[in-house]
């Protein structure tokens, strides 16, 4: 139970990537052809229209990866008190919003780019509190 306490801004920062990137992921999975049908729209004058389905399936890998990673994290702190996956999932974690706010800017949508930075400061705190 000391590890609850000693590592609770951790811990929480590891739920909040866990929910936001395995909904995410599961969100993709079963709505794939609303999702690219969406995003096919939403890139339509940008370079990487043609590209949807398979950007759309290397973002889908990385933020389960990232959520896995912190699903791993997350075990690992609360038994071992370690924090070895927990740093690879925020780093993951990291790399994923930075490919989404690449996209973001690609289809000159600034609102929705401001809203990825807003999930960016939790996971970029959390790689600074595990190094």
Known sequence: MENLTDFAAQILLLL???????????????????????????????????????????????????????????????????????LYGAIFSCITLLMLLFGQRMAKDYEGAKTIAVYFIPAIFLVYLLQ
């Open 16 to 86: 909040f990537l866990i929910i936001t990137f395995i909904q995410s992921g599961i969100d993709k999975i079963f709505d794939w052809k609303g999702n690219v049908s969406w995003l096919k729209e939403h890139f339509a004058n940008t370079p990487l229209q043609t590209l949807v389905p398979f950007l759309l399936t290397t973002i889908l890998l990385i933020e389960v990866v990232s959520g896995v990673f912190c699903a791993v994290g997350l075990y690992e702190i609360i038994v071992l008190g370690k924090t070895t996956f927990a």
